[in-house]
């Protein structure tokens, strides 16, 4: 099957700092979605991506739909404490109810 | 509530025996999905519910996972002789369309077998 690949595994950053993840498959998708999961609750959609090369942002948040359609990456800008998180990216496939296949994930830890 | 709910939030359950955890999605929502995942990875998909049928049961991974959802509303999923290898947080997600609509996940059921 599909297999989506998330880097990096994890990081840690210092408050204000900006911070990049990316995702890449090995097949061509037709939606990119990042959620961000907090501890001991269910991931909440943050950006949905649905064209090749489409640029979105949702506040401090950037995600953009690479062109090949293998890849696609999210940008958080001055980061803040709350931001402290696990990152997935999801693609949302055609069958089955739209059923979602997720990356590993990329846990964040922002430092104050 | 208006989200998905689950309960129990916790369950510990000796090797062998039986559990059931329960899903209320967002009233109206058509789409039921319940996915698993292990620490530190990312939520794999177990089955789907298109209202009261499951079309899809390809991600369970045995026999003895059991999902119903008879009404096409609330949803369980029966976890029969659990094994240490079950022990993953169980979630649960909605959408109001059968494609395209974004899921609305709940807090998920942690499931520990000791």
């Known amino acids: 099957g599909q297999q989506l690949n998330q880097s990096p595994q994890s990081m840690f950053i210092q408050e204000g700092e900006d911070v990049s993840m990316n995702c890449t498959s090995s097949s061509i998708f037709n939606t990119w979605l990042w959620y961000k999961q907090d501890p001991g609750e269910g991931p909440v959609l943050l950006i949905a991506?649905?064209?090749?090369?489409e640029l979105t942002s949702n506040g401090r948040l950037t995600a953009q739909f690479g062109i090949t359609r293998k890849d696609s990456f999210l940008n958080i800008s001055a980061s803040i404490p709350s931001d402290v998180g696990i990152y997935f990216c999801a693609e949302q496939g055609e069958t089955s109810g739209s059923r979602l296949t997720f990356g590993e994930g990329t846990q964040l830890t922002v430092n104050p | 509530g208006a989200g998905v709910s689950q309960s129990p939030r916790y369950k510990v359950a000796k090797r062998g025996q039986d559990v059931a955890l329960r899903c209320d999605p967002i009233?109206?929502?058509?789409?039921l999905f319940w996915y698993q995942q292990a620490l530190g990875q990312g939520p794999e998909f177990l089955t789907y519910?298109?209202?009261?049928?499951?079309?899809?049961k390809s991600g369970l991974p045995s026999d003895r996972f059991f999902a119903e959802r008879p009404e096409g509303s609330v949803s369980t999923l029966k976890i029969q002789r659990t094994q240490q290898e079950d022990s993953a947080v169980y979630l649960c997600?909605?959408?109001?369309?059968?494609?395209?609509?974004?899921?609305?996940f709940g807090n998920g059921t942690r499931l520990t077998v000791t």
């Open positions: 991506l649905y064209k090749a090369g």
């Open positions: 997600a909605s959408s109001l369309q059968t494609l395209g609509s974004p899921l609305h």
């Open positions: 009233s109206g929502h058509v789409s």
């Open positions: 519910f298109q209202n009261e049928a499951q079309l899809d």
